[in-house]
């Protein structure tokens, strides 16, 4: 992984003393909160309903032994024990105090860690595929590009104060791992007929009040131009996007009513002024990057491990561990395994201090001391030995942290909701605790099969429900918990906007009402067909006459 | 509100003229957009410098053809979040060429400075004289840069 | 007019705080000063802001509560959550130390 250069460290060692300065000055008075505020935002500093939260960023996901070992510290010695693992691969603490801030940012500098850029109008964390590197079928590891982007994005002096946030997602691959279509700007790398390399250029996704589809600008842009391009396209969206309405303020906005045709005209006319201008890194800069995401030295192996085939036959549990949990790995005799962070009736997303450090020591152990963070809000170890595995899942199950569901109905992404978010119009995680009780039999769970399930507890979509195959909105209907449901949602390469299936329901009737759903979906489907698969196949009628007809 | 101009806090020369007053002779001034262009033939063949504001809504290109008669401009940062002028600064310099005083106007604090700077403005409307006397640490405050900007500089 | 509390969160730490009668900020909604009539909200509201200024605290507002049965209880959800904690970790937050 990339590892910081003087000038790296130096700018998050001088950026922690600027921070510093600047509560200092908040605190002597010297600053009203209304200076303040955007300051400490892009710091990744916010207030929440009890207390500041601090989002630490995580670039493309990607964090090392010793930096996760850092998290335990700050968790055990500024928070209370915990943190809490975001759908943007960031990771949140619930209790900091302003004044230690400084400290902690002191701290996580020391692991080439910061929280720059987390929050506020300015572009926020990369994300980008947690398969990077791992999986087969990638054209290139999208985090080369993605920590291009990074640094050209960390401090930019013209695009600091945008009309509202920016989030820009990276996939190497055809297969999605990283909702590139629901961000502001998601990039797919691919390459040629020539064997070249470029870049789809999606750009006005979002989800949030208005959920869209990013309209594509550019089918490739030769691998060359991409920092010029996204500076064009940042330029137009500084100038032109909405700054009336808070709410309308997002580049989906400036797209959707300037219309996809004129506003790529636009970025077009504005790149073509840059493009062979300074913008791109020195030549030597992006090979350097890519260095840093060589393969690991892995071990020559011929193939598929047997003492992994025959512990899955010698133990059940592992087995069902592997059967969700492991993906294939482009090299031979290796695994991904993922580590889902969605225990039975647990908060979704959410470590303790002590499982995050065993997570750590497996890493260091079994796998390059690399770990991942996904926008599901699991974990992932990106490069195990399928020999391993066995011990590895022996070590999850000892720290709880081996529950066997990902993909399945339980592995439930949540927002924080009202239980800790200040926007929050319901509470999120009781409902998914009360899900993944009702469908924790793990044989029920995979005769549904693959199954989305995503909940946010406001309009602001920080669920991603609008992509769930089910998702759920919590609204206030005269003071009481609602929840609206849509049907159909998905984020990967075939994205789509779910459907609402009708009014919203009242807290105590929802967890019969997702068990409506699904009996409906085995009832009706086809062959193997996901649940997703069936919603488009049948739409939301037979779910909506299922949920709604005895009333 | 002090100047800080090229680090230092200045004596303003220039005075801002609201659209119906009258022009003085020979002072530098500062007009509107609207006003230069309604009174354009007049103001640039005035025997003084002049200067013209733009808003946070208006553009570089708006001014750009006309940059050969003014000695300053002055773009306004109306609260921090509005992050136009950024653009519009940099632009008049890197792309129209312009040599003369690129002002920024607000109460301005100086978290902002260093954006400021790398983008080509050197004057700065400070909110105070304590946040004006912080431009030279505020502008050191972090030495590297990722990007290629105007000025690459941070002294 | 519903009985009402001032709320906001102390700067420093960000926990959240309500204004008790000695003109005090107090973690615990138990010692807040029930407030009744919207003239002498906006005193209190105005008189929070010398606190703001002294950069004790940030964003003071008033909320209603209901204290018929003697005990301090907002009558909203979210009001109900910050007094206490979360909901869900029933070991963090105010309502572990009550």
Same mark, same amino acid.
């Given at each position: 992984m ?60 990607t964090l090392s032994s ?64 947690q398969y990077a590197g791992a999986a087969a079928?990638e ?35 055809? &297969? ?58 940042? &330029? ?58 060589a393969p690991p030295p892995f071990e020559i192996l011929s193939g598929d491990d047997g003492d992994y085939a025959r512990d899955r036959l010698m133990d059940?549990?592992f087995a069902?561990w592997a059967r969700t949990n492991v993906a294939s790995h482009k090299q031979p005799g290796y695994a991904i395994a993922n580590i ?18 065993a997570v750590a020591t497996l890493a260091e152990q079994f796998s390059f001391s690399e770990i991942r ?6 974990l992932v170890l990106p490069y195990v030995r399928q020999a391993d595995l066995y011990a590895v899942w022996q070590t999850l199950k000892r720290?709880?942290l081996a529950?066997p569901?990902l ?145 | ?155 | ?98």
């Open positions: 990339y590892l910081y250069d003087t000038i790296d460290q130096l700018l998050v060692d001088q950026r922690v003393e600027q921070f510093r300065d600047q509560v200092r000055r908040r605190m002597a008075g010297a600053l009203s909160e209304d200076e303040f505020k955007p300051l400490r935002l892009m710091n990744g500093l916010y207030l929440q309903l009890h207390a500041y939260m601090l989002r630490v960023a995580i670039p493309y996901g010793d930096q996760m070992r850092k998290l335990v510290h700050i968790a055990e010695v500024y928070d209370k024990g915990y943190g809490h693992f975001t759908t943007r691969q960031n990771i949140q603490f619930n209790w900091p105090k302003l004044e230690q801030t400084p400290d902690i940012l002191a701290e996580l500098a020391a692991v080439q860690m910061h929280a720059l850029q987390t929050s506020g109008s300015c572009i926020r964390n990369v994300t980008a595929d079928g054209v290139a590891d999208p985090r080369i590009v993605a920590e291009a982007i990074r640094q050209w994005s960390t401090l930019h002096p013209e695009f600091t104060f945008l009309p509202r946030k920016f989030k820009i997602a990276v996939t190497g691959s055809a &297969r999605d791992r990283a909702a590139v279509r629901v961000h502001d700007i998601g990039i797919v790398i691919k390459r040629n007929d020539q064997g070249e390399i470029g870049y789809e250029i999606i750009v006005g996704g979002g989800l949030g009040r208005t959920p869209m589809i990013g309209v594509k600008l550019r089918e490739f842009l030769p691998e060359r131009y991409l920092l010029s391009y996204l500076e064009a396209v940042l &330029r137009v969206y500084n100038q032109a996007g909405r700054r009336d309405n808070k709410y309308k303020a997002r580049i989906k906005i400036l797209v959707h009513e300037t219309g996809g045709e004129a506003f790529t005209s636009l970025v077009e006319a504005e790149w073509e002024q840059i493009r062979d201008s300074a913008v791109e890194l020195p030549v030597g800069e992006y090979a350097r990057i890519a260095e840093f995401f059940r549990d069902n889902t962070l969605k225990p039975e009736g647990g908060i979704p997303g959410d470590a303790t201090s002590e499982q995050m450090d963070v996904t926008h599901e809000q699991n720290n709880g529950t569901n993909g399945l109905i339980s592995d439930i992404i949540a927002c924080p909701g009202m239980d800790y978010c200040g926007l929050a119009t319901a509470r999120s995680i009781p409902l998914a605790q009360d899900i993944s009780k009702r469908f924790a039999d793990l044989e029920q769970q995979h005769h549904i099969g693959e199954l989305k399930l995503k909940i946010s507890g406001c309009i602001n979509a920080c669920g991603h429900h609008h992509v769930g195959h089910i998702g759920i909105l919590g609204v206030d209907k005269r003071g009481e918990e609602f929840y609206q449901i849509t049907l159909g949602g998905s984020a990967d390469e075939a994205p789509s906007i779910g459907k609402i299936v009708g009014p919203a329901v009242a807290y105590d009737k929802v967890v019969d009402a997702i068990e409506t759903l699904t009996d409906t979906y085995l009832a009706i489907r086809a062959g193997d067909e996901r649940f997703v698969d069936t919603v488009r196949r049948a739409g939301v009628d037979p779910f909506k006459e299922a949920l709604y007809a005895d009333h | 509100m002090p100047i800080i101009k090229n680090g230092a806090v200045i004596t303003d020369p220039w005075i801002a003229i609201a659209d119906d007053e009258p022009i003085p002779v020979s002072r530098p001034v500062i007009v509107s957009l609207a006003r230069w262009i309604a009174e354009r033939e007049t103001l640039a063949t005035r025997n003084g410098p002049i200067g013209v504001r733009l808003r946070s809504d208006e553009h570089a290109e708006d001014i750009a053809a006309d940059l050969d008669h003014l000695s300053l401009v002055a773009i306004e940062f109306p609260t921090l979040g509005d992050g136009r002028g950024y653009t519009t600064g940099r632009l008049l310099r890197e792309r129209h060429g312009f040599t003369g005083e690129l002002r920024a106007i607000g109460k301005l604090v100086r978290d902002v400075f260093p954006f400021l700077n790398r983008c080509g403005f050197d004057a700065i409307e400070a909110r105070d004289d304590v946040e004006a006397a912080a431009w030279r640490q505020a502008v050191g405050a972090i030495t590297v840069t990722y990007q290629n900007a105007v000025n690459r500089s941070t002294s | 007019m519903i009985n009402q509390v001032i709320s906001a969160n102390r700067l420093g730490d960000g926990i959240v705080v309500y204004l008790t009668a000695n003109g005090d900020w107090s973690e615990r909604i138990a010692n807040a000063h029930v407030i009744d009539g919207q003239d002498r909200v906006e005193a209190a509201l105005s008189q929070s802001c010398d606190a703001v200024k002294a950069c004790l605290i940030i964003d003071p507002y008033s909320i209603d509560i209901d204290d018929s049965d003697g005990e301090i209880r907002p009558t909203r959800n979210r009001e109900l959550i910050r007094a206490l904690g979360p909901t869900v970790r029933l070991d963090i937050g105010k309502q572990a130390t009550l």
